[in-house]
């Protein structure tokens, strides 16, 4: 993963891609996608620097809109990946999600799916927690890490909404209206 504020490539290398051809029709996402047409060219020039010195601060949203509004414009690039990889992991992780509201609804006519629910969070939990615990104490907030359960509902209810928004919704990005 990578963003304008973290990325850096020599000048020649984006000439040899041929820069943001091919990628300057989408709205959003031009630095994920330029990494993966670097990535795709130079399969084995991608590094990741895990650094506290190379730790680089953005401003946050100002607002709740402004703030959904980014990320209903970082998931409306999804589909857009040549990388399939990419592409089926990030549908793996919304059906997922998407499997929480669903069981919550057949739970009020069968109890088995209610067990069903609890079992797949009690899964997530476990498989989200060291991976969120390990990036939450490289930047010192571990003790975050408490209110990590009581979260998943609203972090499941996030992604559902805002996978959905970013394939079939609209969104406000520099003074204009872009609609999927």
């Not at 020599?10 to 051809?21: L, Q, R, S, W």
């Not at 031009?30 to 084995?44: A, N, T, V, Y």
């Not at 703030?67 to 793996?92: E, G």
Request: net charge positive.
């Amino acid at each position: 993963m990578c963003n304008g504020a973290n990325i850096s490539y020599a000048k020649k290398t984006f000439y040899d891609v041929n820069g943001f051809n091919g990628i300057d029709n989408i709205a959003s996402g031009d630095d994920m996608l330029l990494m993966h047409k670097i990535s795709k060219q130079f399969p084995d020039s991608i590094h990741y620097l895990k650094s506290e010195e190379a730790i680089v601060s953005t401003q946050p949203m100002k607002s709740w809109k402004t703030f959904f509004n980014q990320r209903i414009r970082w998931a409306s690039k999804a589909a857009s990946y040549d990388d399939r990889r990419i592409f089926w992991v990030l549908l793996l992780v919304y059906v997922i999600n998407l499997l929480f509201p669903v069981l919550l609804l057949a739970a009020w006519w069968n109890t088995w799916y209610l067990w069903l629910l609890l079992l797949l969070g009690m899964v997530k939990i476990f498989l989200e927690y060291p991976f969120v615990r390990s990036v939450a104490g490289f930047f010192g907030q571990q003790r975050l890490m408490v209110y990590f359960p009581a979260l998943q509902p609203f972090h499941i209810a996030y992604t559902v909404i805002i996978g959905w928004l970013g394939q079939f919704g609209s969104y406000r990005w520099k003074d204009r209206k872009i609609d999927k």
